[in-house]
């Protein structure tokens, strides 16, 4: 296949994957009490870190005290709602909708600003064009036609004032500071949309120098959500191996201290979490350098794809479903270095 027939296979897979008849709805016949959801968790040897990546979501482990913090870890909802389990900070890691439209983009922004966790940080994804405003002035019409839509009004509804009344803020490029609890330690975050080409979507850059400079960007923060993974890790595509960047892995590898947990998504398959040391000989020696030097990986992937997409007895999984589950997140909370 020429690769704009690959791109526009992948677009119709895409859509015909999203469509209700898919079982991808609220209306999905497989209720959660219908199937056995093994328990699957990650705990540090220091025993200040638990990651849960898959547990009973009708019980959810319980909250590990007040002297922790609980993150909720999604993403690629693609315009999907679903029953989220309850933390400190909810994460999403773009791909808020199907295509960019502004109803798609509604239905997110209002799930989520609708959810308990006083704390609540999103970014874009490739699908999400309008919010690339510069790229989608030329690159509507490939995926709009002549429905153009209007790239103000979408930002001001990821970006508004009543979403951060409710605690809900939007990352493009930039850093924030939040306390997830009243008195508690203050936590830095740094949100990039950005991922490698791939069928020239929104937010693609092109691998070696511009992939560089942009990453390059991505400060020293306790909290990194970046729509792509970075190469190696929870990014085997179905076709086409190891699509993480790989400038993303050296950039991070060379950090004196690495950001503590780092969320993704986009490449669905690889959903999942681990954690990940980054060995000596992934960087440059450096004086100083902080004695932490792993990185919680998270691929939070919510929508399925697959061959976890389907159950044994061929019914679908639904959006945030088994195999593909909100992934949470516990950190005993230490005072910053
Ligand atoms: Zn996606």
Redesign the pocket.
């Known amino acids: 296949m020429s690769p704009f027939q690959s791109w526009f296979s992948n677009i119709m897979n ?1 859509k015909s994957d999203s469509s209700p008849e898919a079982g991808q709805s609220a209306h999905d016949p497989v209720a959660p009490n219908e199937v056995q959801y093994p328990s699957e968790s990650l705990k540090s040897e220091s025993e200040d870190t638990i990651v849960h990546i898959s547990y009973d979501p009708l019980n959810p482990p319980p909250h590990p005290g007040a002297n922790w913090t609980r993150f909720i870890c999604i ?2 909802t ?1 315009s999907s709602t679903f029953n989220i389990p309850h933390g400190d900070v909810l994460l999403h890691s ?2 808020l909708s199907k295509m960019g439209r502004e109803d798609q983009i509604k239905i997110t922004v209002e799930w989520l600003r609708a959810q308990p966790h006083p704390v609540k940080i999103i970014i874009a ?3 999400d064009l309008p919010l690339h405003q510069e790229w989608y002035k030329s690159a509507y019409r490939m995926f709009h036609g002549t429905k153009k839509e209007s790239c103000s009004r979408i930002r001001s509804l990821v970006d508004s004032k009543l979403n951060r009344k409710h605690g809900l803020v939007y990352l493009q490029d930039e850093s924030h500071t939040f306390q997830a609890k009243e008195g508690g330690r203050t936590w830095s975050i740094y949100g990039s949309p950005w991922q490698p080409y791939y069928g020239g979507w929104a937010f693609n850059y092109m691998p070696g120098d511009e992939a560089d400079a942009l990453v390059s960007k991505i400060p020293e923060v306790d909290i990194l959500l970046t ?1 792509g993974p970075p190469h190696m890790l929870l990014d085997e595509a179905l076709s086409g191996g190891h699509v993480g960047c790989s400038s993303l892995s050296t950039h991070l590898s060379r950090m004196a201290k690495p950001p503590r947990l780092h969320v993704f ?2 490449i ?1 398959e690889g959903h999942g979490a681990l954690m990940h040391s980054w060995s000596p000989s992934d960087s440059e020696p450096s004086a100083g350098r902080h004695p932490s030097r792993s990185t919680i990986t998270v691929n939070a ?1 919510n ?1 399925p ?1 697959g061959p976890k997409a389907r159950l044994p007895n061929n019914t679908s999984v639904p959006c945030g479903g088994l195999g593909f589950q909100p992934v949470i997140v516990d950190f005993l909370d230490v005072t910053e270095a």
């Open positions: 895409f993403s690629d693609h773009g791909d994804g490739n699908h729509h998504g986009h669905h992937a929508y794809m």
